[in-house]
C-alpha cells in the first residue's frame, strides 16, 4: 500500500512510516488484498484525515476507532460518511446532540469535509477494516501510529483541543505525555454509538469547543454541515 501523506505530516511523521513496523503494517494490509479482502476505506482515501487537514491548520482532534466496514461508508474520516450513503447510528446521535446543543437544523447528509476543512481532524485510531469485520485490523500497528500522530499534535502545538468519546478512544490518554507549559484541553464523553448514547448526549462539547477557541482568540468552528 502506497502511503500519500500531506506533506506537513510527511515530515512530521516520516520516523514513524519508515520504522519497520509501519512497513510490516502495510505489507499486512497488502496481503489481505491478495487474499482476496476488501479492505476499506479506498487505498487513496486511507490518510485523508490528513491530507484534509494539513499538521499547520489543526486546532481540535475528535478521536473515533476504525472505519467503517459497509461499502462505500469509509471515506478517511471518522464518524464521516460520503454523501450519497444512509447516515451511520453513532453519527444520527452526534447530529442530535449538535442539533440540541446549537440550536440548528438537522444535516441532510453525514460527510463532515466542512469540519475536516475547518482544522477538525476526524481520526480513527486504527486507518482501515476488513469488509463486513469490525476491529479486524486492530492491534497490527495502526494503535501505534495513531499514538505517535496525537503524541506529535501534543508536542509541536501549544493549543489544542482533544474529544475523546468512549472507553476506547480514552483509553489512548493513557500513552499520551502531555507537554508543559501547553494549553490543551481534554474533552471527554461516552461513545455516541445507540449502546451508550444516552451518557453522549447532552455533553455539549460542541459549543464547549467554540467556547475554548473564542476564549484561545481563535476563530470558532463552524458546525453546520455543507
Known amino acids: 500500500m502506497n502511503v500519500k501523506l500531506n506533506p506537513t505530516w510527511l515530515q512530521q511523521l516520516r520516523s514513524e512510516i519508515e520504522s519497520d513496523y509501519f512497513k510490516q503494517l ?3 494490509i497488502d496481503n489481505e488484498k491478495k487474499q482476496g479482502c476488501t479492505v476499506y ?4 482515501l486511507v490518510f485523508e484525515a490528513f491530507n484534509r487537514t494539513p499538521f499547520n491548520k489543526v486546532r481540535v482532534v475528535i ?14 474520516l471518522a464518524f464521516s460518511v460520503c454523501r450519497t450513503e444512509k447516515i451511520p447510528p453513532s ?14 437544523e438537522k444535516p441532510e447528509h453525514g460527510c463532515l469535509e466542512s469540519w475536516a476543512d475547518q482544522g477538525v481532524l476526524l481520526l480513527n485510531s486504527t486507518l482501515t477494516v476488513r469488509e463486513k469485520e469490525p476491529k479486524s485490523h ?3 500497528g495502526w494503535e501505534r501510529f ?8 501534543i508536542e509541536e502545538k501549544d493549543f489544542l483541543i482533544f474529544v475523546f468519546w468512549g472507553k476506547s478512544a480514552q483509553d489512548k490518554l493513557k500513552n499520551l505525555r502531555m ?10 464523553a461516552a461513545h455516541p454509538s445507540p449502546y451508550s448514547a444516552v451518557n453522549f448526549l447532552g455533553c455539549k462539547h460542541f459549543s464547549k469547543i467554540n467556547q475554548i477557541l473564542i476564549n484561545e482568540k481563535q476563530k470558532p468552528i463552524d458546525w453546520i454541515i455543507k
Open 63 to 76: 478521536l473515533g476507532q476504525d472505519p467503517y466496514h459497509g461499502k462505500n461508508q469509509a471515506h478517511g
Open 179 to 188: 507537554k508543559q507549559g501547553a494549553h490543551h484541553y481534554i474533552l471527554i
Open 41 to 44: 476505506p479506498p487505498e487513496d
Open 138 to 140: 486492530h492491534n497490527r
Open 91 to 104: 453519527l444520527k446521535n452526534i447530529y442530535k446532540e449538535m442539533i440540541s446543543d446549537l440550536n440548528i
Open 26 to 28: 502495510l505489507i499486512y
Open 146 to 153: 495513531t499514538d505517535a500522530v496525537l503524541q506529535k499534535l
